[in-house]
């Protein structure tokens, strides 16, 4: 059964940096990315890259700032946040796919990961 798992969330100051890691087993995904949620609202796309090409895409909040990466040789995907704001802090999760396109909306995402706390200072 595939799974994903996420690490690398915790406390940062505002102007800092932190690097998600999510690594999937049990299958490979043509489709890897990034939600968050922040408390009280709807989780959001931040990312997400495609398999085996150079093609990567970002929500408009975090576009400049982020930067999505994948290894498939480990079946991971990373997320590398800077210039980190008190907007950012959520819990972000990681999310897996099939299938050829891009990705934005939270449904169209059949795998998710347990999450992993990101809380940016002020």
């Known amino acids: 059964q595939a799974q994903l798992v996420e690490s690398g969330g915790g406390l940062v100051q505002a102007g800092g940096s932190l690097r998600l890691s999510c690594a999937a087993s049990?299958?490979?995904?043509?489709?890897m990315g990034w939600f968050r949620q922040a408390p009280g609202k709807e989780r959001e796309f931040v990312a997400a890259?495609?398999?085996?090409?150079?093609?990567?895409y970002y929500g408009d909040a975090v576009k400049g700032r982020f930067t999505i990466s994948r290894d498939n040789a480990k079946n991971t995907v990373y997320l590398q946040m800077n210039s980190l704001t008190p907007e950012d802090t959520g819990v972000y999760y990681c999310?897996?796919?099939?299938?050829?396109?891009?990705?934005?909306?939270?449904?169209?995402?059949?795998?998710w990961g347990q999450g992993t706390q990101v809380t940016v200072s002020s």
């Open positions: 999310a897996a796919r099939n299938g050829v396109g891009l990705f934005r909306v939270v449904k169209e995402y059949d795998y």
């Open positions: 049990g299958r490979t995904f043509s489709n």
């Open positions: 890259a495609i398999e085996r090409t150079s093609i990567t």
